[in-house]
Antibody, heavy 118, light 106 residues
């Protein structure tokens, strides 16, 4: 059974960047896509993108063009999400998740709260 | 981009009731839809994928149906732990989520 453990909460100032980690245990990161999803306080779920385990290709919504990156380091079974040029709209809990089938995710990290505040 | 619209946004029901949540897609999406349950402060939990496939370990009172543009999640007999929020998700392209349906105790 896969377990995904994310890094701890972050507080950032507007304009800064954040990099969140997602460490997998129980399986290797090379076997499945990793998705990233966020949830602003009191709001719904927003898909941020995925990283292809075989090619390192990433896919994400156009709105994040230029300020999002998703990577993985298989040597430490860890995936990373980096988001730059943060604004208060980026305040949210960020989740990593393992793809079961075509984007349906069966295992999730515990979430990382990112707070953007001056 | 394909949009998903859930209805209703809020639903009041009682323990033992049968309830249905609808998710409509702005374009035909075959059966590329999943359903999640999310409890407050917790990560989403996959219930159904490919419109009607029950995820392993999910109780059989949950079921999904539909294709192309209209999908439903049905809970056959509500239990106390089912009163929480449900989301549909597109399983292609932008993997968009619906806006959510909050199921409350009447």
């Amino acid at each position: 059974q896969v377990q995904l453990v994310q890094s701890g909460a972050e507080v950032k100032k507007p304009g800064a960047s954040v990099k969140i980690s997602c460490k997998a245990s129980g399986d290797t990161l090379t076997a499945y896509y990793i998705h990233w999803v966020r949830q602003a306080p009191g709001q719904g779920l927003e898909w941020l993108g995925w990283v292809n385990p075989n090619t390192d290709e990433i896919r994400f919504p156009q709105k994040f063009q230029g300020r999002i990156n998703m990577t993985r380091d298989t040597s430490v079974s860890t995936a990373y999400l980096e988001l730059t040029s943060l604004t208060s709209d980026d305040t949210a809990v960020y989740y990593c998740a393992k793809d079961l089938k075509l984007g349906a995710c069966d295992f999730w990290g515990q979430g990382t709260l990112v707070t953007v505040s001056s | 981009d394909i949009q998903l619209t859930q209805s209703p946004s809020f639903l009041s029901a009682s323990v033992g009731d049968r309830v249905t949540i609808t998710c409509r897609a702005s374009q035909a999406i075959n059966n590329y839809l999943a359903w999640y349950q999310q409890r407050p402060g917790k990560a989403p939990n996959l219930l159904i994928y490919l419109a009607s496939t029950l995820q392993s370990g999910v109780p059989s009172r949950f079921s999904g149906s539909g294709s192309e543009t209209e999908f439903t999640l049905t809970i056959s007999s509500l239990r106390p732990e089912d009163f929480t929020t449900y989301y549909c998700q597109l399983l292609k392209d932008q993997h968009t989520f619906g806006q959510g349906t909050k199921l409350e105790i009447k």
